[in-house]
């Protein structure tokens, strides 16, 4: 077959809507919790699959619809699952999911207005929605991002201009002329990774210890205080508002006003925790966010989109602009009218995918309230997994879930493996051990899919709550699961509890 015939063949309604029920039907046998929630198989066994040449002639349409559904589809991680309780990726809102086919067909790009006459305005439009949401005025702006990294990055950068203002031509400096940068202990490794791109180094990194798994304020006063009595400038405070390992919300009140007392760049990772905006319930634990200078916030996070969609909010937008000094005559036309609505100056990218339009459809189809709504729904399941750990004689909780995170360990029926270590290096190294292989038994049995991290030290357990479809029944019931596996692997020990009936 020709190729051109093929492309207008697929441009046909019926490959579209082939394309379409996979998805829809992927989304169907995920809701009965039959099924397994990932793979059981390992990446060898996957790669051997696709092992194959190059193909160099195409195939019927339908032979590669069948390859998806029945090669692709059983071995991918199905987020849509109510028992897939893993990383924090979202089962995805479906109007968003089903925009992202336009997006591809319309494929505008938002480097600049003329590439993408409505996504840019759009794109200015639901931005300024955020920047209102965090509490700032008409000099705030911002961009779409792939994810916090990138938008922790860019307002990193952003900050690195402002403080040094010839740093795109002169570069960064050495030694001592290095600004530092302080964050908190838990902070994402976005952090760091934006301190070694940015030519700042991890070693100009100062992590502020925490206290509950938030940052602790006197210790970030110190810290300021030791950079100050140094000589050494600060590039930036980063605040952490939902952490990585246990959902925690720094007290950005708190921050913010040190940050305003020594005049120093407030930038909030907020990638995960930042659509508590969106609810009246969560909403005071973003708590003096207005006070930053630069805030990430995911909507593919806790708003339930679809990767990626990140963004960065700058508090004064010409700072965002001072960041990249581009000329690009090709693309960038100086003096036009136009110009000033052109995107791309504020990114690293330069095609940049209107992923706008489906965080805009999700506010359309839900709306702020709805979303809100689905934030508070996941945090309460993670609260009911909370109470069903709580009450078990046998686990016991890290910290008390802020958002829809939650740590926990199985400690043992009689308390062998305590969190704090009390039982001594061995019990303690025998825990950590107990609950990974907890973890791997229980993720390779296909009925539901969880995390773990190390938290003060401590091999946990880690689930995040991504799907509204779980209920607090499913929790219940991974936590029964998880108990059946300690217990058969702790062994029958001394206890008549623990011996099988
Ligand atoms: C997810 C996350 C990041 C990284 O964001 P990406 O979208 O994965 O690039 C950074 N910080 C926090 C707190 C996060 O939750």
Same mark, same amino acid.
């Given at each position: 077959?020709?190729?051109?015939?093929?492309?207008?063949?697929?441009?046909?309604?019926?490959?579209?809507?082939?394309?379409?029920?996979?998805a829809v039907d992927y989304?169907?046998?995920?809701?009965?919790?039959?099924?397994?929630?990932?793979?059981?198989?390992?990446?060898?066994?996957?790669?051997?699959?696709?092992?194959?040449?190059?193909?160099?002639?195409?195939?019927?349409?339908?032979?590669?619809?069948?390859?998806?559904?029945?090669?692709?589809?059983?071995?991918?991680?199905?987020?849509?699952?109510?028992?897939?309780?893993?990383?924090?990726?979202?089962?995805?809102?479906?109007?968003?999911?089903w925009t992202e086919p336009?997006?591809?067909?319309?494929?505008?790009?938002?480097?600049?207005?003329?590439?993408?006459?409505?996504?840019?305005?759009?794109?200015?439009?639901?931005?300024?929605?955020?920047?209102?949401?965090?509490?700032?005025?008409?000099?705030?702006?911002?961009?779409?991002?792939?994810?916090?990294?990138?938008?922790?990055?860019?307002?990193?950068?952003?900050?690195?201009?402002?403080?040094?203002?010839?740093?795109?031509?002169?570069?960064?400096?050495?030694?001592?002329?290095?600004?530092?940068?302080?964050?908190?202990?838990? !902070?994402?490794?976005?952090?760091?990774?934006?301190?070694?791109? #940015?030519?700042? $180094? /991890?070693?100009? @990194? =100062?992590? %502020? *210890?925490?206290?509950d798994h938030r940052m602790?304020?006197?210790?970030?006063?110190?810290?300021?205080?030791?950079?100050?009595?140094?000589?050494?400038?600060?590039?930036?405070?980063?605040?952490?508002?939902?952490?990585?390992?246990?959902?925690?919300?720094?007290?950005?009140?708190?921050?913010?006003?040190?940050?305003?007392?020594?005049?120093?760049?407030?930038?909030?990772?907020?990638?995960?925790?930042?659509?508590?905006?969106?609810?009246?319930?969560?909403?005071?634990?973003?708590?003096?966010?207005?006070?930053?200078?630069?805030? !990430?916030?995911?909507?593919?996070?806790?708003?339930?989109?679809? #990767?990626?969609? $990140? /963004?960065?909010? @700058? =508090?004064? %937008? *010409?700072?965002?602009?001072?960041?990249?000094?581009?000329?690009?005559?090709?693309?960038?036309?100086?003096?036009?009218?136009?110009?000033?609505?052109?995107?791309?100056?504020?990114?690293?990218?330069?095609?940049?995918?209107?992923?706008?339009?489906?965080?805009?459809?999700?506010?359309?189809?839900?709306?702020?309230?709805?979303?809100?709504?689905?934030?508070?729904?996941?945090?309460?399941?993670?609260?009911?997994?909370?109470?069903?750990?709580?009450?078990?004689?046998?686990?016991?909780?890290?910290?008390?879930?802020?958002?829809?995170?939650?740590?926990?360990?199985?400690?043992?029926?009689?308390?062998?493996?305590?969190?704090?270590?009390?039982?001594?290096?061995?019990?303690?190294?025998?825990?950590?051990?107990?609950?990974?292989?907890?973890?791997?038994?229980?993720?390779?049995?296909?009925?539901?899919?969880?995390?773990?991290?190390?938290?003060?030290?401590?091999?946990?357990?880690?689930?995040?709550?991504?799907?509204?479809?779980?209920?607090?029944?499913?929790?219940?019931?991974?936590?029964?699961?998880?108990?059946?596996?300690?217990?058969?692997?702790?062994?029958?020990?001394?206890?008549?509890?623990?011996?099988?009936?």
């Amino acid at each position: 077959m020709d190729v051109m015939a093929m492309v207008e063949e697929d441009a046909q309604a019926s490959t579209a809507a082939a394309f379409t029920t996979l998805a829809v039907d992927y989304l169907a046998a995920t809701r009965d919790r039959s099924g397994q929630a990932s793979t059981k198989r390992s990446p060898a066994d996957l790669a051997a699959q696709f092992a194959e040449p190059l193909p160099t002639e195409g195939r019927p349409i339908a032979d590669v619809l069948a390859r998806l559904r029945d090669e692709i589809l059983p071995d991918c991680n199905h987020l849509y699952h109510p028992r897939y309780m893993g990383h924090q990726v979202s089962a995805p809102l479906p109007a968003a999911i089903w925009t992202e086919p336009l997006i591809s067909a319309l494929n505008q790009s938002l480097a600049v207005w003329e590439m993408s006459p409505v996504a840019t305005v759009l794109e200015h439009q639901v931005i300024g929605w955020l920047t209102t949401l965090v509490g700032w005025g008409r000099t705030a702006g911002g961009t779409l991002t792939t994810g916090g990294t990138e938008a922790t990055a860019t307002g990193l950068l952003a900050a690195r201009s402002a403080l040094l203002p010839d740093v795109w031509t002169a570069g960064i400096g050495r030694g001592a002329e290095l600004p530092v940068l302080i964050c908190g202990e838990h !902070a994402h490794y976005a952090i760091r990774r934006a301190a070694g791109t #940015l030519g700042l $180094g /991890t070693d100009q @990194v =100062r992590a %502020v *210890r925490s206290r509950d798994h938030r940052m602790d304020v006197a210790a970030l006063a110190e810290a300021l205080e030791t950079t100050r009595r140094q000589g050494r400038a600060v590039l930036a405070v980063v605040a952490t508002a939902g952490s990585t390992p246990t959902g925690s919300f720094d007290d950005l009140e708190a921050i913010g006003s040190l940050c305003d007392t020594h005049d120093v760049w407030l930038h909030v990772d907020a990638a995960h925790g930042g659509s508590a905006l969106l609810s009246p319930r969560s909403r005071q634990l973003l708590r003096g966010i207005e006070r930053a200078r630069s805030v !990430a916030l995911d909507p593919h996070k806790m708003m339930l989109l679809p #990767l990626q969609a $990140g /963004t960065l909010l @700058v =508090r004064d %937008v *010409r700072q965002l602009d001072a960041a990249f000094v581009q000329r690009a005559p090709y693309l960038f036309h100086d003096g036009a009218d136009e110009r000033t609505w052109d995107l791309g100056g504020r990114s690293f990218l330069c095609s940049r995918r209107a992923d706008v339009l489906k965080l805009w459809v999700a506010l359309q189809r839900y709306g702020a309230d709805g979303i809100g709504a689905l934030y508070d729904r996941l945090c309460q399941t993670a609260r009911a997994l909370f109470d069903a750990v709580a009450r078990h004689p046998a686990f016991a909780a890290a910290h008390e879930p802020a958002c829809n995170i939650l740590c926990f360990r199985y400690v043992g029926r009689r308390g062998e493996f305590p969190l704090d270590g009390s039982c001594g290096p061995q019990a303690s190294a025998a825990g950590d051990a107990l609950n990974q292989a907890i973890r791997t038994r229980y993720n390779r049995s296909g009925e539901g899919w969880i995390t773990s991290t190390v938290l003060d030290g401590r091999r946990v357990l880690r689930v995040t709550v991504m799907n509204p479809r779980t209920t607090h029944a499913d929790v219940r019931a991974v936590v029964t699961e998880l108990a059946r596996i300690g217990d058969a692997l702790a062994g029958p020990g001394d206890d008549p509890r623990s011996q099988p009936a």
